[in-house]
């Protein structure tokens, strides 16, 4: 299998999204498989190709150390991309690069699979430097809404742990969501494997002595890591005369600068050691070289660095959370503190422990961590992968669209059979839905259950354009002549009084004003429309508001007609207001103008508007073509057709019917 996966973070940089991809990497060619490594790197002009990883242009953010920003566009490189002829992508991040994965996997018809590595509602912090309730709520909610559209465009998503899966059900995912815990390559921090020269050195360089016990924290300095917190809990440690525990943070980031200050004011450098960023290679010494592992961070999808301790023989010291319930086991694999002085004090009651009390401790260790073997991690992998492009075989794509009335017709191409499927511009919109866009099975059994809905309606409008009808007779006929539910029937209803096809009052006045030209008497024209479902209370409204219309408002109407056969080519809504217009510079009131407007038949209106706006939309292209292209284009287009007076929903729908270069 040819797999390609895409991240926004690689090596060299290390966090934990690395390891997991190097290691997923690893496990996939050791049995096999071709894998190409799409992500990024610091440079903005060029694209690097090499031993199957391509890097595209990015720009690294200094407050998110090791994070390099790149656009999703990269449609330069999609050449690239087709002829590793990709059965597979495997997407980690949701931004940038993730987005190109989407692209990709849309634009070359490739099955797509994705893991959520960061909770990025513990992030907003890095947006919201002010602390105020309202973008942080506002952060969160745009989390979960991105973190639902990229898990909804995925066909299968992985979660590392419960706790996300947890998280993404909660912004309502739809997708097969898995658990599978990253895999690690253990021999790699195997303590029969440690270099003691390389041990020797790393000690010599910051000073420890033999009896020193070495704390260690290996991840990316940041705010969410709470790496402050167990240097406080250091600074009691001193308190106590304890100066043979030392913390040794290996890494880098935004926060290096203020806790190093921090440590300095706290007369902590003989025991606070910065070691900086170290290659991967150099990772598994560090880990040899420590006696115990801590991380206050409780911001982790998985805890790559916990599992990376306990395969290292490291006891673990952390902050109660749910991804470590199965890894920290208290006394056994490690201890868990809520604040800095807890840590202190059981750090100091562990290191003074015997040395048969630390030994049965640092031998529980390697049983956590056996759940995470890499061939067990690349096996769980392999049947995500298989059952996605399984599924993706049942997917469609959107080949054309067209619009019709009040609906929309989509031609599907499936890898079995092609199909048309009609359904509402409500629910079209609504399931956003595009030309190329992908329909999941689910989608098309969904789709296909509105379709009868949308074939109903049809007909209810075609005996509408015949006659108008009140809303009882309406439902009398959908009752009788249709299989509807209730509840269906009350929704097509409920449309079309919304669209105005069904309007009781309309009907009343219309009945009424055509019945008193016969020479109807009122008791005779009350029992007439009682019959037909209009209520009393309208009835009565209806006969008395005709009964008080003067000769006024009968000018009114009659010179509202006549504008109304002059204008051409209009839009709905603006052929309502240009009468309104005349209305008003000819002396009537406002009451007198809506009123003339309310006795008008805008049918044809209603029927030639979506071709009147068609017609206007291409001559907007062609007019605006000129100077602009691709999206500015079409947004050009867009706000002329708006201020035509055209509706959103109709004008989306014709543009997306008409051909756009450049837009992808």
């Not at 060619?29 to 595209?56: A, C, F, S």
């Not at 919201?128 to 309202?134: I, R, Y």
């Not at 995500?384 to 993706?392: P, Q």
């Amino acid at each position: 299998m040819k797999i390609g996966l895409f991240t926004d973070t690689f090596t060299p940089e290390i966090n934990g999204v690395v390891s997991s991809i190097v290691t997923l990497r690893h496990e996939l060619e050791k049995q096999g498989h071709t894998v190409y490594v799409i992500t990024t790197h610091p440079n903005l002009l060029e694209v690097q190709y090499k031993d199957n990883v391509l890097r595209l242009p990015g720009i690294e953010l200094k407050k998110l150390y090791g994070y390099v920003m790149s656009s999703p566009i990269h449609f330069t490189c999609l050449n690239t991309i087709k002829k590793m002829e990709l059965d597979l992508i495997h997407a980690h991040t949701e931004f940038g690069i993730g987005i190109f994965a989407r692209i990709v996997s849309r634009y070359l018809s490739i099955p797509l699979v994705s893991t959520y590595h960061t909770t990025y509602e513990d992030y907003t912090h890095y947006v919201n430097v002010f602390h105020l309730d309202s973008i942080e709520k506002a952060a969160k909610k745009a989390v979960s809404t991105l973190s639902k559209m990229y898990g909804d465009s995925s066909v299968e998503v992985i979660s590392p742990s419960e706790k996300t899966k947890e998280m993404l059900l909660r912004y309502g995912i739809k997708r097969n969501i898995h658990v599978i815990p990253t895999g690690l390559d253990v021999e790699r921090f195997d303590q029969d494997k440690k270099d003691p020269a390389r041990i020797a050195q790393i000690k010599e360089e910051f000073g420890f002595l033999p009896e020193d016990t070495i704390v260690l924290f290996m991840g990316r300095i940041a705010k969410e890591k709470a790496i402050d917190l167990v240097i406080d809990g250091f600074g009691e440690i001193k308190l106590q005369g304890r100066n043979d525990i030392h913390f040794l943070i290996v890494g880098d980031g935004p926060q290096r600068t203020e806790l190093e200050e921090k440590t300095s004011m706290m007369q902590l450098n003989d025991l606070v050691h910065f070691a900086g960023k170290k290659t991967p290679a150099e990772v598994p010494h560090y880990y040899h070289t420590a006696d115990v592992f801590v991380s206050a961070s409780t911001t982790e999808t998985q805890g790559l660095t916990f599992i990376e301790a306990l395969a290292s023989k490291l006891p673990v010291f952390a902050r109660p959370d749910d991804v470590l319930t199965d890894l920290v086991i208290e006394d056994e694999t490690g201890y868990l503190f809520n604040d800095a002085k807890e840590f202190a004090k059981k750090m100091i009651a562990y290191v003074d422990s015997s040395d048969e009390h630390k030994e049965r401790i640092v031998e529980n260790t390697l049983e956590r961590v056996e759940p995470y073997d890499g061939k067990v991690f690349y096996q769980r992998i392999m049947n995500v992968y298989e059952s996605a492009i399984r599924t993706y075989a049942g997917y469609y794509h959107i080949t054309m669209i067209k619009s019709k009335d009040d609906y929309v017709e989509l031609n599907l191409e499936g890898t079995q059979k092609d199909l048309k499927v009609l359904m509402s511009i409500d629910n079209y919109m609504s399931m956003n839905l595009r030309l190329n866009s992908v329909i999941t099975p689910e989608q098309l059994q969904e789709i296909q259950s509105m379709e009868a809905e949308v074939k109903v309606y049809q007909a209810a409008l075609r005996k509408l354009a015949v006659k108008d009808r009140t809303r009882k007779e309406m439902y009398d006929w959908l009752t009788n002549e249709t299989e509807c539910s209730i509840e269906v029937i009350n929704n097509i209803i409920e449309r079309l009084e919304e669209r105005g096809y069904i309007d009781d009052v309309k009907y009343a006045r219309s009945a009424v004003t055509s019945m008193k030209a016969s020479l109807m008497g009122e008791r005779r024209i009350f029992k007439n429309l009682k019959s037909k479902g209009i209520s009393v209370e309208t009835i009565d409204e209806v006969i008395a508001e005709l009964a008080e219309e003067d000769e006024e408002t009968a000018n009114a109407i009659r010179y509202a007609q006549k504008i109304q056969r002059q204008i051409k080519d209009k839009s709905l809504r603006k052929t309502k207001m240009l009468i309104a217009q005349k209305l008003y510079s000819q002396g009537y009131s406002q009451e007198n103008a809506q009123r003339a407007l309310n006795t008008l038949d805008f049918e044809d209106e209603i029927q030639d508007e979506r071709k009147i706006l068609k017609e206007l939309a291409q001559k907007a292209k062609i007019r605006y073509e000129k100077k602009y292209t691709g999206v500015e284009l079409r947004n050009r287009v867009f706000r002329y057709c708006s201020s035509q007076g055209f509706e959103m929903d109709d004008i989306y729908l014709v543009l997306s019917e008409m051909e756009w270069e450049n837009e992808r």
